[in-house]
């Protein structure tokens, strides 16, 4: 009997398969997540490359995310979770701040002017928050498959799995924003990219609501490889609390003050 024969023999009646499913206990795999979260945590989990993860966290937590082995790229969506409406706008973040290139001190907005996370470290300095994230077609068209149980998941079909999760379509999704592969802006306004800082480059957000995220890790649509390139991403997640007067983020611009107070006004946290 072949190995195949083997397996298949396995797991070949009920009885069987859950025999086989029960043994897996207490396997570890390099991407999975950490259950249970270890002691003083939220969430702790290894994303593969071409994978995506989901989570509702409390306002104030302090999520880290790692670009592990130097090809993670974070493509981000933030909804306030009790008011699902109210979501990340990639365009009020970059026009409020006066600034296209995301960095420690920026604020992620949402429409409303309020504030849903704020940068509060970063090591990479390698991000975008114009180009968006892959499509299906553009993947198909440019690997050969853009499905997400496929060799090159795009962003948007994978935040798209994500969104069913918590009761969202895919007119839910807003351009997102993407974490560890940079892009700059020609005077023309092409857009170019600069790759990544490399291994172990971290960012922390600061959640300034009640938030809930959808991460996508997928190849940058405009990384200038032939090939499909993603590596595993780290997501720690740590209780923490809101910004608050006093801090330096609350106060750093006019702009940024505005928002925290849009943010605080209706007791939205």
């Known amino acids: 009997m072949t190995e195949t024969h083997d397996a298949e023999a396995g797991t070949a009646t009920t009885t069987a398969a859950r025999a086989h499913a029960r043994s ?3 396997t570890v795999v390099d991407c999975m997540p ?3 979260p270890p002691p003083g945590t939220l969430w702790s989990e290894t994303v593969a490359g071409g994978n995506y993860t989901h989570l509702a966290l409390p306002a104030g937590a302090l999520v880290t995310l790692t670009d592990r082995d130097g090809d993670a790229c974070a ?3 933030l909804y306030v979770t009790a008011r699902p ?3 990340l706008n990639t365009a009020d973040t970059v026009k409020v701040q006066w600034n296209a290139y995301l960095g420690a001190g920026s604020q992620l907005l949402s429409g409303d002017g309020r504030v849903l996370a704020t940068v509060t470290a970063d090591t990479s300095g390698r991000h975008d928050a114009l180009a968006g994230t892959s499509t299906a077609a553009r993947n198909t068209a440019r690997y050969g498959d853009g499905s997400p149980q496929g060799p090159s998941p795009a962003g948007r079909e994978l935040l798209t799995l994500a969104a069913a999760k918590h ?3 895919r ?4 351009p997102s ?3 560890f592969h940079g892009i700059t802006a020609a005077p023309d306004g092409t ?3 600069t790759g990544s800082a490399g291994p172990g480059a971290a960012v922390t957000l600061r959640l300034e609501q009640a938030v809930t995220l959808l991460i996508a890790n997928t190849a940058h649509p405009l990384d200038p490889r032939p090939a499909y390139h993603c590596t595993p991403l780290q997501v720690l997640a740590v209780p923490g609390a809101p910004t608050g007067p006093g801090d330096p983020h609350w106060d750093a611009t006019p702009e940024q003050h505005r928002a925290h107070l849009n943010t605080t006004a209706l007791g939205v946290r």
């Open 167 to 169: 009761g969202l379509g």
């Open 191 to 193: 857009l170019h990219s």
């Open 75 to 77: 493509h981000l969506l």
């Open 34 to 36: 950490v259950l249970p």
């Open 85 to 87: 409406w109210e979501r």
């Open 171 to 174: 007119r839910d999704l807003p």
């Open 177 to 179: 924003l993407s974490f």
């Open 24 to 26: 897996q206990a207490g």
